[in-house]
Each structure stands twice: as C-alpha cells, then as structure tokens.
C-alpha cells in the first residue's frame, strides 16, 4: 500500500508548513500552491481510488479536489488543516463521480460493474505468500467478490467506510461529507461493514484464513 | 450475560462506539463475543488487502503539471509581484517608497488596530498596499471629477479645471516614483498602467486652466479610450482586497482534532 497515514507529531508539523503554503498562495504566490499539491497528492489519490474503484476517475477527483481547493482557498483561512479539508473536498466530489458514473453504467446495455478494478495485476494480492495455484484462484475470486460488495454498497455507506475504516477520518468529518448528524455518519459506517460482512463472510470463513492471506498488515 | 450485538463490535472495531469501555470489559469475559469479533475482522482483514495502484514517486508534479493551465490567476500578475514578501524585504527602492509613503502620514490614517504581532513583512506589505491604493484612489476620483466637469453655466465658454491641474501635479510626482520603482524591478505590467496614467495626469496638469467645452471633452474622450479609469479601478479594488487579506484576523484553532483509528 502507498501513503503511510503520518504520525501525530509529524502530521502538527506538517500542518504548520501547510498553513504557510496557504497563507503564500493566498498573498499571490501560485508556486507556493504546489507544495500543497505535491504533499496531499497520494493521500487523496489513494481515498479517492477506494471511493470510484478505478484509477481514470480517481486521477479525476484528485486534479478537480485541488482545483477546487485552490479556488475556494479564501475560505480555508481559518481553518487548521489542509489534508483534512482537501480530502473533504475529494470525497465530496468522489461521490458526485460515483453518481456521474451509475448514471453512465445504467444507460449502457451490459454494466460491467466490477471489472475496472481488474486492471491491476491480480499477483499483487499475495506478493509476499507464495502463489500456489489454490491461493491464486481463491484470492482472485475474494478480490472479484470483494468489488462487487464494494460496488454493492449506496454512495454513503462506500464513503463513510473508505473515510472510516482506512482513511481513519473523524466522524465529523464523515458527517460533514455526508451532510448528516455524527449519530447518523456511526449509523452509516456500521451498515456498510454489516453489508460488506454479509456478503463476503462466506468467502473468508472456509480454506484459508483471511488473515493469513498474503496481507502486508 | 447479554452478549454485545452485531452493531456494538462493528462501531468498536471501527473505533466509534461510546461505550467503549463497556464493550472491552465484556469481550475480555465473553469467549462467544470474542470469536464474533473475529469472524467481523477476518471480513475486515480481506478487505485491506484490496490493493490501491501506486501512481508513482512523481505523481504529485504530474498532478500540478495538469492542474496548472487551469488554475486561474489569483491576482493580476503585474502588480503582484509587489506583494510578494520576499522582494519586499530587500528591495532599497521599496524601502524608499515606504519611507515616503510614510511621510505623507497617509499610513497613519489608515485603521491600525493593535497589530503588534504583525511580522516585519506582514507591515510592509500593508503599508505598500495603503500606499499605491491611496495613489489610485485619488487618481480615480480626479479623473472622475474632471470628466464630470462642466461650465456651471451652460451659456459659459470655458470651464475651469485648476483644482483637477493641481491635484494631477501632485499625482504626477507621485507616479512617477511608482512607474520608476515599477520598472526597476521588471514589473512592466504596472509600470505600463503608471505610465499610461502618468500620460493622461501629464495631459491634465499641461492643459491651460480655462479650457473650452471642446477641448475638456478632448481630455475625456483620452481618458475614456485608454480605459484608463477601469484598469485604475481595477487595480484599487484589488489592493483592498489585499489590504484586508493581509490585515491579520484573530488567531483560531482547529479543535476538532481528529481521533484516528489506527496507530
Ligand atoms: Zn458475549
């Protein structure tokens, strides 16, 4: 995986330089906009690819998240954090791309629903388990399994759990994305995995343990 | 015992429930709940091995790379680089124009609210943004004036336009001190509006006192063709937009400091 999430003491320093790149490109200093860009690039590529599953749309939100952020950067001033408000910004777009891209899906004849996330070489599932034929096949099923439950899941629940579970945001955070009450955005995150359970429990239940499944944890 | 349900070990594996505590306690006594926890990680677990393209080491450039054509000019480029901190604090030409600007008590005027905290840069840069937009202000309503000037009685053959003349004098010294700061350091865009400005105060202060209807609607239809009064409007706006953008607000802190999930 890409993108380690940042350690506390790093990510107040990193905050503290961001909140300098902003107040510059505030003053006219558009260069300074780019230590920005480049710093939250990866971050926001990697929530948006496990929001729209695939990497055309997700390269898509992450050049429209900073475009956007640059122009409404006047309001960001008093606010603390960047990475935090740009990811918003991202999920906040993510979700209208999801919509753009069902509408889409819908008016074609055949809705190939999983298989854009099929692009990667499915290897890189078990790259440090050795990929016995056994391992390969079931891994490729869970992963096939694994999209269609992704995809399977409303436009809120897929964001509240991408922003939950592996971005770790704030409830309020997920809250303000979702345009819900923080009870409700707990309420969203708990029927996404009940869902995503429900349909992938008997994939990880039987052969191989999950966990034991080639993961890099 | 009552054993937690499926909703209370989802929110406390994804780290949100309120009972937190409760839940622990209960899980390190309860075997069955124990292993109900498990079957849900196990899901969880699958799930984080779904892979995420890495799109490269240089991926960031790439993005400001596409970003870039699309990004629309947040200040008008020729002027600024007057504001740019860095210039400001060593240019000795600067530092004359603040020392003017200075002189002229123009700055003093101005609100100045207990910013003692402000940085050495923060207050230069403000005292420019007072100074050139206190500049184009009184250009702007001069030519405004004198455009609307008109013989006080319609049968009168002249107008007299002696107040605008004197008032273009002292602009034009001025002006010029601007342009010439403007030039040396390679800002040509506002030098070129200075200079286009400094045309029409020329035109203004060298008129004779008394000019015929003829002759000031000559001097309106220059003022009018260059735009002038437009590009100076501008350009003022934008300079209080700075002025306030650099008047710094009161310190606010993010309290919302995010729990995170995972170490
Ligand atoms: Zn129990």
Redesign the interface.
Known sequence: ??GM?PSVENAQTIAESDAVAVKR??????DA??VL??????NV??LA??MTGN?PDA?EV??EA??RA??KLGKF?????FG?WVYRIAANYAIDRMRQRKKEEARKVEPAVHEEGME?DPV??VQDAKPTPERLAH?IE??KQ??IA?AALSHSERTAFVM???E??????IAEVLKSSSGAA?NT??RA??K??LA??P???KGT???A???E? | MKHMTEEELITYREGISAQRAEIARHLAACQECRAELERIEAVLAALDTMPVPNPGDDYGRHVWQQITPRLPERTARWWQAWFDPKRLGTLASVAALLVMAFLAGRITKRDHTGNDVASTDQIRERILVVAVGDHLGRSERMLIELSNAAPLDPAQKQVNISAEQSRAEDLLDENRMYRQTALQEGDTGLASVLDELERVLLDVAHSPEEVTPAQLEKIRQKIEAQGILFKVRVVGRELQERQKATTPAPAQKNSTESERNKA
């Open positions: 995986m890409i999430q490109t505030l003053a006219g200093e558009r906009f780019r860009v480049e710093r939250h690039s990866h590529f990697r690819y496990r990497r390269e992450v050049q900073f475009l640059y122009q001033e008093a606010r603390a954090n935090t990667n890189t599932l891994n869970l992963r694994m999209e992704l939950r579970h592996w770790g945001c704030a409830i309020e955070e707990k995150v708990f995995v009940q995503l359970r992938l429990q994939f990880v239940g343990p999950a966990r499944m080639g993961t944890s």
